[in-house]
């Protein structure tokens, strides 16, 4: 029962996530470190800590089984979701694949918070490697991760105003998480 508690508790999103300090908190402790997995992965690909949980909060909240709503067929029966985006990271299936192929990482998961925020690192930094983005430029950061490098690539932001707004949300949350980490340490 105790165990059965103890994963439960893992397996939902943090209370407070307007304040990243306060994530980390909530999140670290002898079975769970989720700061220890966000500085592992700036560590790994250079892509700071405030744009990475930024990323988690915006996609899904820090919800580990976030799903896109379903559509409606006839308005009101449940229908296909939207896309496959699933977990975390929201990272659809097929770039999913990609991730785990190309990290070796076969067994990661999108529920699993450690697997996620790597796999955010990864997409950033093949954002920079792909499109030449700065990893310390939120906007363009968020607007290939929404829009997909090929997407982004093309210039789809242009006609996208949503993708452009979401940018600049984004864009702020990254920012103020930065004030807040600089008062909360490592």
């Not at 439960?8 to 700061?35: E, K, L, M, Y």
């Not at 930024?54 to 979701?81: C, D, H």
């Not at 896309?83 to 699993?112: E, H, I, P």
Request: glycine share 10%; net charge positive.
């Amino acid at each position: 029962m105790v165990l059965l508690l103890l994963v439960g508790g893992c397996a939902t999103a943090p209370s407070n996530i307007g304040n990243t300090c306060a994530v980390f908190d909530q999140r670290d402790g002898w079975f769970n470190n989720w700061r220890k997995a966000a500085y592992r992965t700036e560590s790994e690909f250079g892509v700071p800590v405030h744009i990475l949980m930024a990323t988690m909060y915006v996609e899904s909240g820090f919800q580990p089984r976030a799903r896109p709503p379903r559509n409606k067929l006839f308005g009101f029966i449940p229908w296909k979701r939207q896309s496959s985006a699933y977990g975390y990271a929201q990272a659809l299936d097929g770039t999913w694949k990609t991730y785990q192929r190309a990290t070796g990482r076969s067994s990661a998961s999108r529920t699993n918070f450690a697997d996620a925020i790597h796999f955010v690192g990864w997409y950033h930094s093949e954002s920079r490697r792909r499109n030449g983005i700065s990893v310390n430029n939120p906007y363009d950061l968020y607007l290939a991760y929404h829009l997909g490098h090929t997407g982004y690539a093309r210039g789809a932001a242009r006609n996208h105003a949503g993708a452009r707004a979401a940018a600049k949300r984004f864009a702020d949350i990254s920012g103020k998480y930065a004030v807040q980490l600089r008062s909360c340490g490592r």
